[in-house]
């Protein structure tokens, strides 16, 4: 059941290989959705890229997913790793 989530989070975690998080992200069944992109977000954290975490949640978004509070902390976190106008 969470080994689609599993493997969004070791390639996010590992930073050189966000297509492949996406990749597996976008092959996720609906209701674990919000899980995935908790970790995308997490791993752009991690690796200081807010811009793309952003884009990740505009995309979630999109496919009308609905973000819950792990979503947004995550977001909240990877917004404050990035450098915003620097």
């Not at 597996?24 to 200081?48: E, Q, R, T």
Request: aromatic share 10%; with cysteine; glycine share 12%.
């Amino acid at each position: 059941m969470f080994a689609g989530c599993s493997l969004v989070d070791m390639y996010a975690i590992c930073g050189r290989s966000m297509e492949d998080a996406q990749r597996v992200f976008n092959k996720l069944p609906s209701h674990d959705m919000s899980l995935g992109v908790s970790y995308i977000l997490g791993g752009c954290a991690m690796h200081g890229h807010g811009n793309k975490a952003l884009k990740y949640f505009e995309q979630m978004c999109g496919k009308g997913v609905q973000p819950n509070d792990i979503t947004f902390v995550c977001l909240l976190s990877a917004c404050s790793h990035c450098r915003f106008g620097r």
